[in-house]
């Protein structure tokens, strides 16, 4: 018997580039880690299918946002990876093998296409983030969802490896003290890269992401 997710919300994910990756092995147990981490923290069910590609659903469009970050602030700057995010019915075909099928996948999969397409294109190449809705589905408003995601993931995509690893602190909670003794800088160097990489502005994007339904 087919049993139902509704609503859903579903998240296809691929690593880009993976093929040129030069060690694939530490590649695919980066991967699988950041995963088991993200959905730990975000209620999700993350699992890689084939190759370097993984899919899950989250309680919420908020989780499926923030998984989506911290899956990118996980990886990069080693490799970078790409999402599609999905609202809509989920069909659970078969339960002992986790097969799902559904409008949600559907409209997941478009969202993943829709974010490759604009990351082919000059103005929008940053992007690696986009979010579709099944037909008929109430939810939050694509076009408003994907104008936050290509402003994040362009703010995302130009930081450096200290940039990240500031970030990745500030996330985590820890205090610009605290980061900087880690990275071995002043207090001082810490708040510039805060503020010259528009730092406190991802954090605030991700903290009100997570507020959506």
Same mark, same amino acid.
């Given at each position: 018997?087919?049993?139902?997710?509704?609503?859903?919300?579903?998240?296809?994910?691929?690593?880009?580039?993976?093929?040129?990756?030069?060690?694939?092995?530490?590649?695919?147990?980066?991967?699988?880690?950041?995963?088991?981490?993200?959905?730990?923290?975000?209620?999700?069910?993350?699992?890689?299918?084939?190759?370097?590609?993984?899919?899950?659903?989250?309680?919420?469009?908020?989780?499926?946002?923030? =998984?989506? $970050?911290?899956? /990118?602030? !996980? *990886?990069?700057?080693?490799?970078?990876? @790409?999402?599609?995010?999905? +609202?809509?019915?989920?069909?659970?075909?078969?339960?002992?093998?986790?097969?799902?099928?559904?409008?949600?996948?559907?409209a997941a999969r478009k969202a993943i296409e829709a974010a490759e397409f604009a990351q082919s294109r000059p103005a929008t190449r940053a992007s690696?983030?986009?979010?579709?809705?099944?037909?008929?589905?109430?939810?939050?408003?694509?076009?408003?969802?994907? =104008?936050? $995601?290509?402003? /994040?993931? !362009? *703010?995302?995509?130009?930081?450096?490896? @200290?940039?990240?690893?500031? +970030?990745?602190?500030?996330?985590?909670?820890?205090?610009?003290?605290?980061?900087?003794?880690?990275?071995?800088?002043?207090?001082?160097?810490?708040?510039?890269?805060?503020?010259?990489?528009?730092?406190?502005?991802?954090?605030?994007?991700?903290?009100?992401m997570g507020g959506v339904a």
């Amino acid at each position: 018997m087919i049993e139902l997710k509704r609503p859903a919300v579903v998240v296809i994910g691929d690593v880009v580039g993976s093929r040129r990756a030069a060690d694939r092995g530490l590649l695919h147990e980066s991967v699988t880690h950041a995963l088991a981490v993200v959905n730990d923290g975000l209620d999700g069910d993350l699992r890689l299918t084939v190759g370097d590609e993984y899919q899950g659903t989250f309680p919420s469009v908020g989780h499926a946002l923030r =998984a989506t $970050l911290a899956l /990118r602030l !996980a *990886l990069l700057p080693a490799a970078d990876v @790409r999402h599609g995010v999905g +609202l809509g019915p989920v069909e659970i075909l078969d339960v002992g093998t986790r097969i799902e099928d559904g409008p949600g996948w559907w409209a997941a999969r478009k969202a993943i296409e829709a974010a490759e397409f604009a990351q082919s294109r000059p103005a929008t190449r940053a992007s690696r983030t986009a979010y579709r809705r099944a037909p008929g589905q109430d939810g939050p408003e694509p076009a408003v969802v994907d =104008a936050a $995601l290509l402003g /994040r993931d !362009a *703010l995302v995509s130009r930081l450096s490896e @200290r940039g990240l690893s500031v +970030l990745r602190g500030l996330l985590e909670g820890r205090t610009q003290r605290e980061i900087a003794a880690g990275e071995g800088v002043s207090t001082s160097a810490v708040s510039q890269r805060v503020r010259h990489d528009g730092l406190g502005v991802v954090i605030a994007m991700d903290e009100l992401m997570g507020g959506v339904a």
